[in-house]
Structure formats: structure tokens, C-alpha cells
């Protein structure tokens, strides 16, 4: 990448902050606009259209960001604010998230089975986790019950980290078998496991220790944030360095660190939440820039219709069927499971993939790809009009169990700034 390039990239950021607030209130999200401008960037006649990142640029990009936001989401797990709620979050992340990806992964394999079963777990495990900084619409109305918010926003953080490991076996297991002596699945076990050990040392280590230095007056205000942001990719890294998975490890770290670090330490998460802002602006570009007219080009049938039943019956029937006696309406039922945007993770399992096997990615970055494409513009420009709706009709209901008080989680950095812009800033 040449001086030109990164200038053309640094400005398209700049101008996003710009113009931000006014494309939001015309339903262009970040996603959008900045996978519109990886296409335009790499593919479009002009001084870059031969601009492709390579293998080591997509590798750094997509673990750095994925770390900061597993670390980042994991942060939120504080099991004394989950009480309220932790049947309903059971139910959707302990039982409707595995029945996702199990779904996911039979379908696959029924579409692709030239693929064999790793690829299809690759497929169904890599796009069940959800975004809800898709649907910012949806998280800025009040008139959303903030019970039903808070399920969403929930879901939708930690469902990334549960997926992972279903993700880093499925990439193991066809890394197996296209690369003889590779270690194979009981080496990415191994892998997994001292990642959680690692993760939890240091992670909650580092949460004990910035607790007691703040309380001693021993942290410097203005560094407390960098602090945590450098910790993060020290749990990461340590794991990586003792031949650990690093991904679990920030999962992990970020919970530790969340439990332990206390409350006062909350307000610093949202450094680590913008840095990983900024870096998935920069992965959805890339983003654009790799997949998209590849996976346009080779669209089949196959795709299509897998497309289509990932975004409705492969997420909408596991939610239905878990929230089964939860005493949430059907109106509420559809609504949660058609809000599971596919996003950033998905597009980063997929990044991480293509560097990890080559080719041998290409059929499963083809599905996630058009997927994810897909989810983009459908859940972007429906969150706005279907919150609208089943806010209305929830009012007409106003003794529903919807309406029950829980505490307030405020939402990630990213969601919460892209709500504030869709209202206009």
C-alpha cells in the first residue's frame, strides 16, 4: 500500500465523520458506505483499481479487531447485572445459539457437500454470531421495550465469543486436510483450552490491578483507558506466545477483566470499544475490497438460498423454539429472531479463513460474503420501520412481561454513536 492509497483510505474515514450524521438519517450505515467504498477502491478504474491488501495486511487487521472487540464485549459479562434476565439469555446463548449453528452446519452441508463437514461448520458457525450496531435505529427507540433492547444488545455481544471455537476447529479441521503434518484438532483443543487459562490470568490479573492502582491514586487519568486498550492485546498476544488460541483468550481476558476491575472502571471500556471502532471501519473496507465482487461474480443458486434461510428460518426457529414458555409474546419472538444482523464477526471469520487456508476458503467466503451482504442492507434499512411497528404494538400492552423494569446496560460505543447520529446528533 503506497502513500496514495492510505491517503485515499484516511480521507474516506475523515469523510465518514463528516458527513456521518446526515448518511445515518438516509439508513446508510458505516457497513454500507465503507464496503461501497472497498469495492470502488480496489475495482474501479482509476490510479487503484489494482489495490489488493495482502495475506499480511487482511491477518493483522482482522485479529486486531477482533480482539478488541471480543476483549471489549466480554467486558459487559457481569453476572450480578445478568440476574434479572439470565433464563432468557440461557435460553438464546446457551441453547439457541448451538442450535443455530447446528442447523446452519446440516444446511451447508446438504448445499455444499463437495465441502465436507468442516467447511459446513465453517459456514453455519461463522455466520450465527449477530451485530446489533446494524440496527442502531432499533437500539435508540425508547419506545423499544428496554427489556427487548437489552436481550438484543446482550446476544449480540457475546455471541461472537461462544462462536469462536466452533469457528477455529472448523478452520482446523480443513487446514488438516489440505495441509499434511498440520497438527490437527487435537492440537487446536490444546490451543483453545490454554487460551481460556491465559486469558483469565491475565485478564483478571490486569482488571485486580488497575482496581487497586486507581484506588491508590497510582493510574494517571488520562492513560487509564490506553491502559486497558494495551491489555487487551497483551491477553491476545501472551496466549499466542505460550501457543495459545489468543481470540479465546480475549474473550476470557475481557470477562475476567469486567469482573474484577469494578465499577468504577467501566467508563474506560469505550476506549478500547472506539479503537475497535475505527479498526472495523477499516475491516469493512477491506472487506469490499477482497470478497465482494468475487463472490457477485460466482453466485449460484446454492448461495442464494442459503443466503436467504441464514437471515430467516436458520436463526428465526431456534429463537422460537427456546423462547418456548419464556413468556415473551410472538410478536417479540419474531421480532428477536429476525433482528440478527450478520456483521463484523462474520466478516472477520471469513478474513481470518482466507488467510489461514487460501483457496480452500473460497466456497464458505463465497456464502458468508453474499450473506452478509445481504443482512447489511435488509436489517439496516428494516430495523428503523419494524422497531416503529412493535413499538406500537407493545404499547397496546403496556402489563406485557416485555415491560418488566431491569438494569440499565448502556449500550456499546459504537451502537450508542451511531444512535446518536441517527437522531440527528
Known amino acids: 500500500m503506497g502513500a ?129 450496531a446494524l440496527g442502531a435505529a432499533l437500539m435508540s427507540n425508547p419506545a423499544v421495550p428496554a427489556r427487548i433492547r437489552r436481550l438484543i444488545n446482550v446476544e449480540s455481544g457475546l455471541n461472537d465469543g461462544i462462536a469462536t471455537p466452533f469457528v477455529m476447529l472448523a478452520i482446523a479441521g480443513l487446514s488438516t486436510a489440505e495441509k499434511a503434518g498440520h497438527g490437527g484438532l487435537l492440537d487446536a483443543l490444546t490451543e483453545l483450552a490454554l487460551g481460556a487459562l491465559v486469558g483469565g490470568g491475565v485478564g483478571g490479573l490486569g482488571g485486580e490491578l488497575l482496581r487497586r492502582a486507581r484506588g491508590r491514586g497510582w493510574a494517571a487519568e488520562g492513560f487509564a483507558g490506553p491502559a486497558v486498550l494495551g491489555l487487551a492485546l497483551c491477553t491476545y498476544a501472551t496466549a499466542v506466545a505460550v501457543h495459545g488460541n489468543g481470540f479465546i483468550a480475549a474473550f476470557v481476558g475481557g470477562t475476567a477483566f469486567g469482573n474484577l476491575s469494578g465499577r468504577e472502571n467501566e467508563r474506560l471500556v469505550p476506549f478500547v470499544e472506539e479503537s475497535g471502532g475505527l479498526a472495523s471501519l477499516l475491516v469493512w473496507m477491506l472487506f469490499g475490497a477482497v470478497a465482494v465482487v468475487p463472490a457477485i461474480e460466482g453466485l449460484t443458486w446454492q448461495v442464494a438460498i442459503y443466503a436467504l434461510l441464514s437471515l430467516t ?101 459504537l451502537t450508542r454513536q451511531q444512535a446518536f447520529l441517527a437522531r440527528g446528533g
Not at 42 to 63: C, F
Not at 74 to 81: K, S
Not at 338 to 352: H, K, N, Q, Y
Open 313 to 413: 428460518a436458520l436463526r428465526m426457529v431456534p429463537v422460537a423454539l427456546v423462547c418456548v414458555g419464556s413468556g415473551l409474546g410472538r410478536a417479540t419472538v419474531a421480532f428477536t429472531g429476525w433482528f440478527g444482523p450478520r456483521g463484523l464477526a462474520s466478516v472477520i471469520f471469513a478474513l481470518l479463513a482466507l488467510e489461514e487456508l487460501g483457496a480452500a476458503a473460497g466456497p464458505a467466503l463465497q456464502v458468508i460474503t453474499v450473506t452478509v451482504l445481504l443482512s447489511v442492507f435488509a436489517h439496516g434499512v428494516t430495523a428503523g420501520p419494524l422497531a416503529g411497528v412493535y413499538a406500537a404494538h407493545m404499547r397496546a400492552q403496556p402489563t406485557a412481561q416485555e415491560h418488566v423494569p431491569v438494569p440499565d446496560l448502556p449500550p456499546r460505543a
Open 4 to 132: 496514495t492509497d492510505f491517503a485515499v483510505i484516511a480521507g474516506t474515514v475523515f469523510a465518514w465523520g463528516v458527513f456521518s450524521a446526515r448518511l445515518q438519517r438516509l439508513d446508510l450505515t458505516a457497513a454500507i458506505l465503507f464496503i461501497a467504498a472497498g469495492v470502488l477502491l480496489a475495482h474501479a478504474p482509476g490510479p487503484m483499481e489494482d489495490l489488493r491488501p495482502g495475506p499480511e495486511t487482511i491477518k493483522v487487521m482482522a485479529e486486531v479487531t477482533l480482539v478488541l472487540v471480543l476483549f471489549s464485549d466480554a467486558t459487559r459479562v457481569r453476572i450480578a447485572d445478568f440476574r434479572a434476565d439470565l433464563g432468557l439469555y440461557a435460553r438464546l446463548l446457551g441453547a439457541g445459539l448451538p442450535l443455530t449453528i447446528a442447523l446452519g452446519t446440516g444446511v451447508a452441508y446438504a448445499l455444499f457437500p463437495g465441502g465436507g463437514v468442516w467447511q459446513a461448520l465453517l459456514i453455519g458457525a461463522a455466520l450465527a454470531p449477530t451485530d446489533a
